[in-house]
């Protein structure tokens, strides 16, 4: 529903009628939002139709800050992992991409002109302490000669406005046999430049304590409910006491689902000890938008299903990245911050979810998007391009069978 109206309006747009939930404030009532000039304008219950130049009406759908996805791949076209981000936009709500390390330092200024510059989506860079970034699939970090602090500086300072923090991936193929070297450097650089570091883990070596040694307050674990060997649980449940000292004395337990880092057990295990995730990120590429990942509503989902409220689900993809990429600006309602908006349908259903390993969970309600807002303005719906060939083949074996007719 729409009216267009003169330019003498004091809003550009009214949404009216949904519950409004803003993390930053704990509000979750009935209420409108209004923008004007691409920035909140008020949130309040009865906000004037006829002051309006356009009305939505929101009742019975939930009215939140635009969402944040710390950990996503849209390197489209340069890299094994990377998809465009604006036609993923349109239907999830996510108006802030973070990428985790699809670039380093000789392919940035690409990332930045074709990703960041190209997008109306809001697009932020992890920057690989790698030169070549993640172009391959793995191994990005088996060469030495990669792994230069000085020109990964230089690229940050000329780029801040871009760049959030640093990207380094420790397992077994990353790594190569070269061990905690790149995690040296990438602790190195993240020093000097005063920026985070999101470490990825998944199959040791190196082994998980070596790895949490190495990281600092505001540093971010990505994959924490990985269920390979460097899982945050031990064989009989509880977190490792190393890991909880870690996160008390500030480090960040990231998400980033993926088509490798999402195991039921573990995530069920951190729930139930008080410890759950910290920031719910997709790690959303090619391969994993064909699931069993999806795309950020359905692993906020996922969450809500094994119990987390909906306020708290919505918090770990707006208020709390925000706040972990030093972007206070953004993941809120707040009057006269940019009007990123996302509307979502909470729908009642008999659903089945499931982990990388398909194991599967019921579900009763999933979190359907109806309408993405980035500065005001409507994302339109796009099509998304096709998989690239080699998706076909490197499917990871256990999760083909929900590719029937996809690929
Ligand atoms: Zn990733």
Same mark, same amino acid.
């Given at each position: ?19 409004v939930i803003d993390p930053v404030n704990g509000q979750q009532v009935v209420s409108d939002v209004a923008v004007s000039s691409g ?150 650089? &993240?020093?000097?430049?005063?920026? +985070?570091?999101? !470490? ?6 190196? =082994? *998980?304590?070596?790895? #949490? ?101 919505? &918090?770990?993809?707006?208020?709390? +990245?925000?706040? !972990? ?6 993941? =809120? *309602?707040?009057?006269? #911050? ?70």
């Amino acid at each position: 529903m729409s009216e267009q109206g003169d330019s003498a309006m004091t809003y550009d747009l009214l949404i009216r009628g949904g519950v409004v939930i803003d993390p930053v404030n704990g509000q979750q009532v009935v209420s409108d939002v209004a923008v004007s000039s691409g920035r909140i304008a008020a949130v309040a219950p009865d906000l004037p139709a006829t002051e309006a130049a356009q009305v939505v009406d929101a009742s019975g759908q939930y009215i939140t800050p635009g969402l944040i996805d710390m950990h996503t791949h849209c390197y489209w076209g340069a890299t094994y992992w990377g998809i465009e981000a604006d036609p993923v936009t349109a239907h999830t709500g996510v108006t802030t991409w973070v990428d985790a390390g699809s670039s380093g330092a000789y392919s940035f200024p690409g990332f930045r002109r074709y990703a960041v510059e190209a997008s109306r989506t809001r697009v932020f860079a992890l920057l690989h302490i790698s030169s070549i970034g993640l172009i391959a699939r793995t191994y990005e970090s088996a060469n030495p000669d990669y792994w230069d602090v000085e020109l990964a500086a230089t690229i940050i300072e000329a780029n801040r406005d871009v760049i959030l923090g640093i990207k380094v991936r420790m397992d077994r193929d990353s790594t190569k046999g070269t061990g905690l070297g790149a995690m040296h450097c990438a602790r190195q650089l &993240a020093d000097r430049v005063k920026l +985070p570091l999101m !470490v990825h883990i998944g199959i040791a070596p190196p =082994t *998980l304590t070596e790895i #949490v040694d190495l990281m600092r307050p505001g540093d971010i674990l990505t994959h924490c409910c990985t269920g390979q060997t460097n899982r945050l649980i031990d064989e009989q449940g509880p977190v490792h006491p190393y890991i909880r000292r870690a996160h008390e004395q500030g480090v960040i337990l990231d998400l980033g689902h993926g088509t490798g880092s999402f195991s039921y057990a573990t995530a069920e295990a951190m729930l139930a000890q008080g410890i759950p995730p910290d920031v719910l990120s997709s790690d959303i590429h090619q391969l994993a938008v064909l699931g069993p990942m999806y795309d950020l509503p359905t692993t906020l989902s996922k969450f809500l299903n094994l119990g987390m409220s909906l306020p708290e689900v919505i &918090a770990r993809a707006t208020v709390r +990245p925000a706040a !972990v990429i030093g972007r206070p600006g953004l993941g =809120t *309602l707040r009057v006269g #911050v940019p009007a990123d908006i996302a509307l979502f349908r909470l729908e009642e259903g008999d659903y089945t979810f499931y982990d990388i390993d398909l194991e599967p969970r019921h579900g009763t309600v999933r979190l359907v998007n109806t309408a993405t807002y980035i500065g005001g303005s409507l994302v339109p719906h796009a099509a998304e391009r096709p998989p690239h060939p080699w998706v076909a083949t490197d499917f990871p074996a256990e999760q083909r069978p929900l590719l029937k007719g996809v690929l």
